[in-house]
């Protein structure tokens, strides 16, 4: 779906701002894709205010609306930023040698996530006005409109004005540049356009291990002489392991998801990569009707509580996915067909989920393990020690695990 879509993709905002200025009693449509609620102190800021002035309101939770220039905006939130990591980094320091043992990998995740969220909160107060139409009414600022008619909708018209956080906004314009340039797929190559477009809340294929992964087992299967007719793609997101089935030779693709945004988005990926025909896309929560040979399935590989609506791609709550997808496959394979969940253990190695609990929730779904085919990510992430997560990282792994019902 182009730019344009509906404005029915995304769920309108129903909260408001309020503020005082020049005496009089404001009030906007308040945005925050990260589901914060409205500030509720809030000053008008422009570029007389300093970055420490402006740390320590934000610290203090009063928001600064921006009346300044957009790029002088753009340099006190950086300010702010350093800031933050400054006061996080003394943090660190201070409770390491205040510990009498090593904080254990689980709390230390925890604790990273404490610090992401409060950090998000602190930059996120730094606001900007967006006109109805979304164009931003400060001095030098850039024409968002595109970026932000791609996250939030097309604008209504008679709609009326809004504000967002300049750290969102930047966000959106980041998602933007990679919906138009796209994300190179090698398992796709060998056709004119081998990238997948990601729409702004859809995960996007950047760590390429995974759709190797699925694409080495389709082809290997092709091989074997068990072509598939039928595979469910369960929650295809931007539509990739879709596409790749079709490449590989699987006459036909259902693809199901439940989100608005990754349902628009992998319909626009598989048509632009002219599986239109071969592919159907439907929205779902989990399975389509009916039984396939295979039925692939990359859930979100964490399972802890998203502190966003943004971050539902990485984050599985009580791993209901997971769980929701093993416990449902038996009955949704063809006989003879196979289940293909591709999981990382980063979960394991974060303390998270244990190996035992999800063989024993493999079996208790009446399943079992054909093969697990397994790889090493090659992110940067893996590779920094800076990282507080880097030992779990490092050691990190992910599989494809071939499953059939018992």
């Known amino acids: 779906m182009s730019a344009a879509a509906s404005k029915h993709d995304v769920p309108a905002p129903t909260a408001t701002l309020h503020w005082q200025e020049d005496g009089a009693d404001c009030s906007a449509l308040w945005r925050s894709e990260r589901g914060a609620a409205p500030p509720a102190r809030v000053v008008v800021a422009d570029d007389t205010m300093n970055a420490d002035s402006a740390y320590r309101l934000a610290c203090g939770g009063t928001a600064l609306l921006w009346r300044g220039d957009f790029q002088n905006a753009r340099q006190l939130l950086q300010a702010m930023a350093r800031r933050a990591d400054q006061t996080s980094t003394r943090k660190d320091k201070k409770a390491a040698k205040a510990a009498a043992e090593p904080v254990p990998v689980a709390q230390a995740f925890h604790l990273h996530r ?8 602190t930059l996120g107060m730094l606001l900007l006005p967006f006109e109805a139409d979304y164009g931003i009414p400060l001095r030098r600022a850039p024409d968002v409109k595109q970026a932000c008619a ?5 604008p209504e018209s008679g709609g009326v004005p809004s504000v967002a956080s300049l750290r969102e906004l930047l966000g959106l314009i980041s ?6 340039k796209g994300v190179e797929v090698a398992a796709l190559g060998g056709a004119p356009d081998n990238r997948i477009h990601p729409h702004y809340g859809v995960f996007s294929p950047l760590r390429g291990e995974y759709v190797a992964l699925v694409a080495g087992a389709a082809a290997a299967a092709r091989t074997a002489g068990r072509a598939s007719k039928l595979a469910f793609d369960v929650g295809t997101g931007s539509g990739v392991l879709a596409a790749v089935l079709a490449r590989r030779g699987v006459e036909r693709v259902v693809a199901t998801d439940q989100d608005p945004r990754a349902l628009a988005c992998a319909r626009e990926n598989i048509k632009r990569l002219g599986h239109a025909r071969q592919v159907e896309v439907v929205a779902a929560d989990l399975f389509p009707p009916g039984r396939a040979d295979i039925v692939v399935c990359n859930p979100p590989w964490l399972p802890a509580r998203a502190a966003a609506p943004i971050e539902q791609a990485v984050y599985d709550p009580d791993s209901r996915m997971l769980l929701g997808f093993l416990n ?13 969940l591709v999981l990382s253990d980063f979960a394991e190695h974060l303390g998270l989920r244990s190996r035992a609990e999800l063989l024993a929730a493999i079996a208790a779904a009446g399943l079992v ?3 697990r085919i397994d790889t090493r990510p090659q992110h940067p992430k893996a590779a920094d020690a800076s990282d507080p997560l880097h030992a779990a990282r490092a050691a990190e792994v992910t599989s ?5 019902a018992a």
Not at 150 to 154: I, L, N, S, Y
Not at 175 to 180: L, Q
């Open 114 to 121: 404490q610090a992401q969220a409060q950090r998000a909160r």
């Open 328 to 340: 449902g496959l038996a009955e949704h394979l063809t006989p003879g067909g196979e289940g293909w």
């Open 369 to 371: 393990v054909v093969e």
């Open 175 to 180: 998602a933007h540049e990679w919906r138009k």
């Open 150 to 154: 791609e996250a939030w909708g097309a």
């Open 400 to 404: 494809l695990w071939r499953l059939a």
